[in-house]
């Protein structure tokens, strides 16, 4: 499952320390999935659902976070290192914010295939909160993207090696610039730019401001050519790449799952994915197994650094930001 490291401009944990997070996620992922699969091959999954069904809460003003996490009883029995872990199951909210890992499936899975997905949707929950929420703030998150398909796409089709900026918003010389998909495998950078409408439609590239859609159930139409999203995303990757001097590949991709693309004076760097390309790479993808590499962790954090954020202190901590806020201009 990639890891959604940032999302629009909502606040991402991601940001505070992209050297932990990525591994810790994926090392999250694969204890509580060996624990499931033990207990669904041993016909004990409902001990496991009733283990893990116990709701852990905290009061934010007993202390500050890190002493009061290491104190909290949760799912994990934990020594040393595995303290951190702990720290991040937990969403302070205590209305919604439940522990996302409790498996809380919404019906018995019958087979193991349906044990997966329900895994991979719980998991998806998580990476929604860890992709708009920190510990002490969090971002309101449009519902929309709790069902977008392409999203849902990129975040449970690929290994969890893979760092996904989905619609981030950079801030380049104070002017905000959206762009579509950036995708950091452990050896290079991907820049997407979907072109998809109805199934079997063929796109008509040029060097145009505008392509051509066809179908053979509807009339032509124009479309803006997707190239110029394109090149602007991959001229921000590579600028800031640049600046940080992360040394890594960054391919610029027009992606059209559900139809083709017949372009053949095409840009010699433009890789067109339409659905006679799209799944030897979808698998050649999906095949990687490198680990998480440096340079692939500079260059997210080189990404993050640019991204516009806008989020709120979370309730439960505003009673203690305020105390300090008063403190700060209390006479000694």
């Not at 591994?23 to 694969?30: D, N, W």
């Not at 305020?322 to 403190?327: F, H, V």
Request: glycine share 4%; hydrophobic share 40%.
């Amino acid at each position: 499952m990639a890891q959604l490291i940032k999302m629009q401009d909502y606040i991402s944990r991601y940001e505070q320390d992209i050297y932990h997070y990525p591994t810790q996620f994926a090392r999250l992922k694969k204890q509580q999935w060996d624990k499931l699969l033990a207990a669904y091959n041993a016909g004990e999954l409902d001990r496991l659902y009733r283990e893990h069904t116990t709701q852990v809460k905290f009061d934010p003003h007993q202390e500050e976070p890190k002493g009061l996490f290491k104190k909290v009883k949760g799912m994990f029995h934990r020594t040393g290192e595995q303290e951190g872990e702990a720290e991040e199951l937990l969403i302070p909210n205590q209305t919604e914010d439940t522990n996302v890992f409790s498996l809380r499936f919404p019906f018995r899975p019958a087979s193991l295939d349906e044990l997966k997905q329900n895994f991979l949707n719980q998991l998806l929950r998580f990476q929604m909160k860890w992709g708009s929420s920190t510990l002490r703030e969090k971002s309101f998150v449009d519902q929309s993207f709790f069902l977008d398909e392409r999203l849902r796409f990129f975040l449970q089709r690929f290994p969890d090696t893979f760092l996904v900026l989905y619609k981030p918003i950079f801030l380049l010389k104070n002017a905000p610039v959206e762009v579509e998909v950036i995708l950091l495998t452990p050896v290079d950078a991907w820049c997407i730019t979907f072109l998809e409408a109805e199934e079997d439609a063929a796109f008509i590239g040029s060097s145009e401001r505008f392509w051509i859609r066809r179908h053979h159930k509807h009339p032509d139409k124009k479309v803006l050519n997707p190239l110029l999203g394109a090149n602007r995303m991959t001229n921000i990757v590579s600028r800031l790449f640049e600046l940080y001097e992360v040394n890594m590949p960054i391919k610029k991709v027009i992606l059209s799952r559900n139809g083709y693309v017949d372009y053949p004076e095409a840009p010699y760097d433009i890789t067109i994915l339409d659905k006679r390309t799209f799944p030897e790479w979808f698998e050649r993808m999906r095949a990687v197994s490198s680990p998480l590499k440096a340079q692939q962790l500079k260059g997210a954090q080189a990404l993050l650094e640019y991204c516009q954020t806008t989020s709120s202190l979370r309730p439960e901590w505003e009673a203690d930001y305020n105390l300090t806020e008063g403190n700060e201009h209390a006479a000694p």
